[in-house]
């Protein structure tokens, strides 16, 4: 085992890994933070999608330890209280979801878009979430969603 020191959710973390522990492994099952779902387990669908230091990271391709000292954040962090991110009230104001499964992974991929890319293109926000698999929605709502969110921050002169 070794000790682990990161900060989830801007919440210092330190605990003991063992060193094939996968980061999603750690957020699902000692910390609890069940939003970032598993899905294959081979870096293909997204559904474990979280922020490393503001990048978007599937977390089922890293392990824990690879975080070490770094600032992961997960779909829990969105939300601020009882407000949804725009991001969330988009999804579903626009019908950007459907199962749900892949939602976690596509809300922290156009997170990490926004942040770079306040106003993206159609096509940046395909490129952004190219690596988050949906079989439910055929993506036309989530880009919708995506770019609400962007015009609604954007209109708050907030970003993401």
Same mark, same amino acid.
Do not use: W
């Given at each position: 085992?070794?000790?682990?020191?990161i900060?989830?959710?801007?919440?210092?973390?330190?605990?003991?890994?063992a060193?094939?522990t996968? /980061?999603?492994?750690?957020l699902?099952?000692?910390?609890?933070?069940?939003?970032?779902?598993?899905?294959?387990d081979?870096?293909q669908?997204?559904?474990?999608t979280?922020l490393?230091? @503001?990048? &978007?990271?599937? $977390?089922? $391709?890293?392990? *824990?330890?690879?975080?070490?000292?770094?600032?992961?954040?997960?779909?829990?962090?969105l *939300?601020?209280g009882?407000?949804p991110h725009?991001?969330?009230?988009?999804?579903? &104001?626009?019908h950007?979801l459907?199962? @749900?499964?892949?939602?976690?992974?596509?809300?922290?991929?156009?997170?990490?878009l926004?942040?770079?890319e306040p106003?993206? $293109?159609?096509?940046?926000?395909?490129?952004? /979430?190219? @690596?988050?698999?949906?079989?439910?929605?055929?993506?036309?709502?989530?880009? &919708? $969603?995506?770019?609400?969110? *962007?015009?609604?921050?954007? *209109?708050? @002169?907030?970003?993401?």
């Amino acid at each position: 085992m070794t000790t682990l020191r990161i900060t989830v959710n801007g919440h210092p973390v330190q605990t003991d890994v063992a060193p094939t522990t996968l /980061l999603v492994e750690l957020l699902r099952g000692p910390l609890a933070l069940t939003g970032t779902h598993q899905g294959c387990d081979t870096a293909q669908c997204g559904a474990c999608t979280v922020l490393v230091d @503001g990048e &978007a990271v599937k $977390s089922c $391709s890293i392990l *824990a330890l690879q975080a070490q000292g770094r600032e992961v954040t997960t779909v829990e962090a969105l *939300a601020k209280g009882d407000q949804p991110h725009a991001l969330q009230e988009a999804f579903m &104001a626009c019908h950007g979801l459907q199962c @749900g499964f892949c939602t976690p992974g596509m809300l922290m991929s156009a997170c990490a878009l926004l942040r770079q890319e306040p106003n993206p $293109s159609e096509a940046q926000i395909a490129d952004a /979430l190219e @690596g988050n698999l949906c079989r439910c929605t055929g993506y036309v709502n989530i880009v &919708a $969603s995506v770019r609400q969110a *962007a015009q609604t921050l954007a *209109a708050k @002169g907030e970003r993401a």
